[in-house]
């Protein structure tokens, strides 16, 4: 189906890990196969939200971008681009912001969260980014965004938006509509009550996947489980070792019941070990591929410069007709 889009964007900071793989880009590859027009977004303007060392986030683009080639991702079937290449996105944002009243953004969970962290008051960026991701998707008229549970309040706003715009001036964005792909949450290996994260302090809670196999050998060693040495799935109430049976599921595509099925007898040492080797397997061609790709800078740079193109031809037509509609 032509009129239907997919949108999804990813900040450059950080190397993917576990979590990212299993719960967003793996589902993004699949996605290019379902859709005919798929985008994908680094999105290296809402990276600047946080303060960054300038060299290190140049650096993070190149970085993510092999990463999301070696996963996967096929600039022959989805249009994967550096979002401040496209200046269409901020143009809208700011038609966008002018539209948006204050106490709207300063009551998003992320906002409030983030906000209670910085030092000082909260920077602008902060407080304005879920418009500019409004703008990333409504830049192209994007039906279908796939999405975490973490930014079911952020789609919200840009559907306000979208039919803000509309009632306004007429119909002319669809509403997109959230893609909830079977997210797989993947929990912190040292405290399954949290979510693995890039920001995890504790080194030892997040699997990335560009780790060697020995870092991960020692990350799952170090898991935290329970007193009972049988392998067994039951997140309620043994959230360690079940954390360590769905990563195990996702990484060999076996159901939970197969791999707990296939791992009678074993107990909960000897398992962590086979979860490790599981996960490095899966990851070991993505790896290379990622340090084959880091080496040729020229090649990723025409491939970030190829996507931004198509997508500036996508993005171009959408800003001349909302212009014209706000009457500039
Ligand atoms: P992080 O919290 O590690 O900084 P991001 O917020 O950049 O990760 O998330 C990028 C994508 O990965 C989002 O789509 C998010 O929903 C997904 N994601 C992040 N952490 C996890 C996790 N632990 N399990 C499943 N999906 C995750
Ligand atoms: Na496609």
């Known amino acids: 189906d032509s009129t239907k889009r997919v949108f999804s964007g990813i900040q450059p900071t950080g190397i993917l890990h576990l979590g990212n793989y299993l719960g967003a880009i793996e589902s993004w590859v699949k996605l290019q196969d379902k859709y005919n027009m798929v985008l994908y977004s680094i999105v290296d303007l809402h990276s600047l939200t946080v303060p960054q060392d300038p060299t290190a986030l140049r650096q993070s683009i190149f970085d993510m971008t092999a990463a999301l080639l070696a996963c996967g991702i096929n600039p022959e079937k989805s249009i994967l681009f550096q979002q401040s290449q496209v200046s269409e996105h901020t143009q809208l944002s700011w038609i966008l912001t002018c539209m948006v009243r204050l106490p709207r953004l300063q009551h998003l969970h992320q906002w409030k969260a983030k906000a209670a962290q910085q030092k000082h008051d909260g920077m602008m960026g902060l407080l304005t980014y879920p418009v500019l991701q409004a703008a990333d998707v409504l830049s192209y008229k994007s039906t279908h965004i796939p999405v975490g549970e973490d930014q079911v309040q952020h789609m919200e706003l840009v559907q306000d938006l979208a039919q803000g715009f509309n009632k ?138 190829t996507g931004s193109a198509k997508a500036k031809e996508l993005a171009y037509p959408v800003i001349q007709e909302v212009k014209k509609l706000v009457g500039i």
């Open 168 to 305: 306004k001036y007429g119909h002319f964005f669809p509403v997109p509509q959230s893609i909830l792909t079977p997210m797989k949450k993947v929990k912190s290996l040292r405290d399954p009550s949290a979510k693995m994260s890039k920001s995890d302090p504790d080194k030892l809670a997040t699997v990335r996947i560009t780790d060697s196999p020995e870092e991960i050998v020692n990350k799952f060693r170090k898991a935290v489980t329970d007193f009972t040495s049988e392998v067994t799935y039951d997140p309620g109430s043994r959230g360690g070792v079940s954390n360590l049976v769905a990563i195990h599921a996702a990484v060999t595509g076996l159901s939970v019941e197969e791999v707990v099925h296939g791992s009678v007898g074993i107990d909960t040492a000897h398992y962590k070990q086979i979860v490790a080797d599981a996960v490095i397997e899966k990851f070991a061609p993505i790896k290379s591929e990622i340090e084959k790709l880091k080496m040729d800078k020229d090649y990723l740079e025409k491939i970030l410069r």
